[in-house]
């Protein structure tokens, strides 16, 4: 059976290639996590949460616990067992092969729709960009329909191509977008910390002519508590989504038993310090009760670069603009790299068929499994073009991240019991006290959030037949239904072609570079 696995995956010459170091899966995570969000979600919060004031840094700061809790479950995993596919890999040999394709299938489906959405919805950022510029042509260009259309899917398949290319040119790709993201952030950051109240309400008022002292005395809205910044809290968690993606490099990381856990502690990190200092620096400036009255009153689509932009010079503010739409469009390499993993991962393990899984012999990275990623990006992008409310639908990501995420620190609790062989070879965090306390933690916290979201989706249900099915928790449950058919049709026939499947799901997948992973094993 061992030799018919290395077989179908291909030899070595063939294999995914241990190119990413430290700095490029950091990188992933951060180009994942920071996208366009922050710029709307730090002011539109207001809306979100009323009451929640001038305490949404703060809010950022308590939100990261779940985060960092889970971050640490998955460095735990990923030293044991550092392949492609991540998540999938974790659950499927630490607690059991079903659990892991049916969480991870609702995951992949919402990720490579999220590709098509945010190219599509990316248009929209570059047009307004253009137009902060004064570039008018190229703003005109930018709001025709086939622009729409012919932008996106260009942008799809020219991160594709850089995909396809080889993980070096990936990790090259991830670290520039990532500092032109974090130069656009930390402009705004600064322009935040060296400014007063005073200054931005003078600097409002003779861009836009508003009086932001009249505004601010017209809100009634009184700071809440702690009620509410909880509540802000469990929203905002949703800005750190997607750090996991490093863990879908796994087989492609350098050493990974001590790039991977490095590259969880300090993504998180740098993710959690960057929010405190960009919401902190926003609201240091903004009153809260302006931005409450353009985004709950007015019902603006302020964002941060709008509100900042005012205290910069032209040019700058152009930039920082610019650098809102980079930071939506940076998530799609990372994305295109996590969800092409996983379907690469399934195929290896002979749920698809295993040609699926087959690796360029030339730039070793998967190619088959990218080209049906970027295929389902591109049909949504489709979809969004002939009807825009579409992009509701990926609200189910959240959905199936969370669930993963439960799932993956419910592996580390079973791990010793269900696969000891593998969790001998845990190498980051190694008290299992304390692996046990991490992942209690993060289990309850995210876990919480996870049933929050199916109670809220699924009062939104309704009786037309359209509604219901752009609703996110029909979405992820008919999702499992499929992950759950597909996965108990190809067990029966691996069963019934002689395929020894337990033997597969106990041992990590063959058909990767060995190098760099005798630190696993020493």
């Known amino acids: 059976m061992q030799d018919e696995r290395q077989n179908n995956t291909g030899p070595a010459s063939t294999a995914l290639k241990r190119d990413l170091g430290l700095l490029a899966l950091v990188a992933t995570a951060v180009c994942t996590v920071i996208g366009g969000g922050i710029n ?31 971050a640490l479950c998955y460095a735990v995993l990923a030293t044991a067992m550092p392949r492609a596919g991540g998540g999938y890999i974790y659950v499927s040999r630490a607690l059991h092969p079903f659990i892991g394709f049916l969480a991870t299938f609702s995951k992949w489906l919402g990720l490579a729709a999220a590709v098509g959405v945010i190219a599509y919805m ?41 995909n396809v290319l080889g993980v070096r040119t990936y990790g090259i790709t991830v670290i520039v977008l990532m500092f032109l993201m974090l130069a656009g952030g930390i402009c705004i950051i600064i322009a935040g910390l060296l400014n007063t109240p005073a200054t931005f309400a003078s600097a409002w008022q003779a861009h836009y002519g508003h009086n932001v002292g009249q505004v601010v ?37 350098r050493n990974p038993t001590r790039t991977l856990p490095r590259a969880f502690v300090i993504a998180t990190a740098v993710i959690t310090g960057y929010y405190f200092l960009f919401s902190y620096a ?11 009255h353009l985004t709950a009153v007015e019902k603006a689509g302020t964002t941060a670069p709008h509100l ?23 998530d799609i390499p990372p994305i295109l790299l996590a969800v092409s ?22 730039f070793h990275t ?27 639908g990926v609200d189910m990501i959240n959905i199936a991240l969370t669930c993963t995420y439960c799932l993956v620190a419910v592996s580390v609790i079973a791990f010793p019991y269900r696969n000891p062989e593998l969790y001998a070879r845990v190498r980051f965090m190694r008290n299992r006290p304390a ?88």
């Open 40 to 70: 709307n979600l730090t002011v539109g919060i207001q809306a979100r949460v009323p009451g929640i004031a001038g305490l949404v840094p703060v809010a950022y700061v308590i939100c990261a616990i779940p985060a960092v809790a889970t």
């Open 122 to 162: 990316d248009v929209d950022l570059l047009q307004a960009a253009a137009d902060y510029g004064n570039l008018t042509v190229l703003a005109d260009i930018l709001k025709t329909p086939q622009a729409h259309l012919w932008v996106p899917l260009v942008m799809i398949w020219l991160f594709w191509l850089l």
């Open 217 to 253: 005395a017209g809100v009634r809205l009184a700071a809440g508590g702690w009620r509410e910044l909880l509540a802000a809290a469990s929203v905002l968690f949703f800005a750190y989504i997607g750090f996991a993606s490093i863990s879908q490099a796994g087989g492609e990381a």
């Open 282 to 292: 926003v609201y240091r400036v903004a009153p809260w009760q302006l931005l409450y």
């Open 308 to 330: 900042l932009g005012v205290l910069m010079p032209k040019p700058l503010a152009v930039f920082v603009a610019l650098m809102a739409a980079i930071s939506l469009a940076n």
């Open 341 to 362: 993993r996983l379907f690469f991962s399934w195929a290896r393990d002979g749920i698809f068929p295993r040609t699926l899984a087959a690796i360029s012999p030339r």
């Open 366 to 392: 998967p190619q088959y499994a990218l080209t049906i990623s970027a295929t389902v990006a591109s049909v949504v992008v489709l979809i969004c073009y002939s009807d825009r409310s579409f992009a509701a």
């Open 435 to 522: 692996q046990v306390v991490t992942a209690l933690v993060a289990a309850a916290t995210v876990g919480i959030l996870f049933l929050q979201q199916l109670v809220t989706y699924a009062a939104d249900l309704q009786a037309d037949v359209i509604a219901l099915l752009k609703n996110p928790a029909v979405l992820w449950a008919g999702g499992m239904v499929v992950a759950a058919v597909i996965f108990a049709t190809m067990w029966r026939l691996r069963v019934a072609g002689g395929w020894d499947m337990a033997a597969i799901f106990r041992t990590l997948p063959a058909g990767e570079d060995p190098a760099a992973t005798e630190s696993a094993v020493v």
